[in-house]
């Protein structure tokens, strides 16, 4: 399942560097890129591991912001554009459930933007995820809301409506049709919230804060349309987590 997921960015890798740019699409800039950064805090000076870095867009506002930051991603494709961006930054081709190109409690910070839905075994990123950071190292995580998912809503008159084409409890791969500029399927993998709860505590983290970004009036004119202000307003889009890696126990 990996090799199809992993062929299926490589194909849309170049649609995808159109559709999240140098500063993120809509959705981030206007929901949850807010919530990611207060989550974050200062990064400067820590080493910070975007993990699902995809083309680049949010790895290069890291190290703009002063961290000593690696970017990995498991499409040769996505991670070609992100080294034409920037060849002085730190990209490397991994996959988030191994991070073997990274070291055990190597890392401050690890973040993973918009990635958790499209990893087909949750638990085992999990688990890497706690290793390569340090005693007490945080991870933030931003994934597309699994309870609302955008693709089964619809929105008319001010009601908004999702019509599920299975069991909600029933974790699955699911195959979401072209949208926007995009002209391939989209694969990504449902799974309960509750699931991914779990796999945070068994992975070995506490969960610090948790969050369901949305637009606040303070960044209403971003917003390009009165349609697009409308959905921001009405619609979750997304889901964020402050993880923190559990110190081990001191032997006596």
């Not at 062929?7 to 981030?28: E, H, L, P, S, T």
Request: aromatic letters at 12%.
């Amino acid at each position: 399942m990996i090799d199809e997921t992993r062929d299926f960015w490589n194909r849309v890798a170049a649609d995808w560097d159109i559709q999240v740019g140098d500063k993120g699409d809509r959705n981030r800039i206007l929901n949850s890129d807010p919530v990611l950064w207060k989550f974050a805090g200062d990064v400067s000076g820590l080493s910070v591991l975007d993990a699902g870095c995809g083309t680049g867009y949010l790895t290069r506002l890291l190290a703009d912001h002063g961290a000593k930051v690696i970017g990995i991603d498991f499409s040769p494709e996505m991670i070609e554009i992100a080294r034409a961006k920037s060849s002085c930054i730190d990209y490397r081709l991994d996959s988030c459930a191994e991070l073997r190109t990274v070291a055990d409690e190597a890392i401050d910070l690890l973040i993973s933007n918009y990635v958790l839905m499209d990893v087909p075994d949750l638990q085992l990123t999990m688990t890497a995820f706690n290793r390569v950071l340090k005693q007490g190292g945080g991870a933030v995580v931003v994934f597309s809301h699994p309870c609302f998912p955008a693709d089964y809503s619809r929105s008319e008159g001010g009601v908004v409506e999702y019509e599920w084409p299975f069991p909600y409890f029933n974790p699955q791969k699911c195959v979401a049709p072209p949208w926007g500029h995009f002209t391939s399927e989209f694969i990504w993998f449902h799974r309960p919230l509750s699931d991914y709860w779990k796999s945070f505590k068994d992975a070995g983290f506490d969960i610090v804060d948790f969050e369901e970004p949305r637009l606040t009036e303070d960044r209403y004119h971003l917003a390009p349309d009165p349609k697009t202000l409308a959905r921001a307003m009405s619609l979750p889009f997304s889901v964020a987590f402050k993880l923190q890696k559990k110190r081990h126990a001191k032997q006596p």
